[in-house]
Nanobody, 120 residues
Framework: QVQLVESGGGLVQPGGSLRLSCATSRSILSINAINWFRQAPGKERESVAGITGSGNTNYADSVKGRFTISRDNAKNTVYLQMNSLKPEDTAVYYC??????????????WGQGTQVTVSS
């Protein structure tokens, strides 16, 4: 089991920055991948960024160059630094963790989400 708790959302003006945090209930080094997704009203949930256990990162084209995913192994926390925010970044942001173990297979866990609103 992995519990995920997101924080850091809020209201920010266009061009501003926010840093989201995803605190995990166990060592992030034991988790195969941690990802950030977002869901805007009336739209499907979409992948934003991800980081694997080995530290490889990936980003959606829409956020490349603006968002940075990172982790603090000692704090078991993954961050999403969001710069140059746009109104279209407005969404509920969710942290997702994926584990794989022989026997149990792939397991997916979700946080409760944190609202990000970009508006003047």
């Amino acid at each position: 089991q992995v519990q995920l708790v997101e924080s850091g959302g809020g209201l920010v003006q266009p061009g501003g920055s926010l840093r989201l945090s995803c605190a995990t209930s166990r060592s992030i080094l034991s988790i195969n991948a941690i990802n950030w997704f977002r869901q805007a009203p009336g739209k499907e949930r979409e992948s934003v960024a991800g980081i694997t256990g080995s530290g490889n990162t990936n980003y959606a084209d829409s956020v490349k160059g603006r968002f940075t995913i990172s982790r603090d192994n000692a704090k078991n926390t993954v961050y999403l630094q969001m710069n140059s925010l746009k109104p279209e970044d407005t969404a509920v942001y969710y942290c997702n963790a994926v584990t794989y173990r022989v026997g149990t297979g792939v397991m997916t866990y979700w946080g409760q989400g944190t609202q990000v609103t970009v508006s003047s």
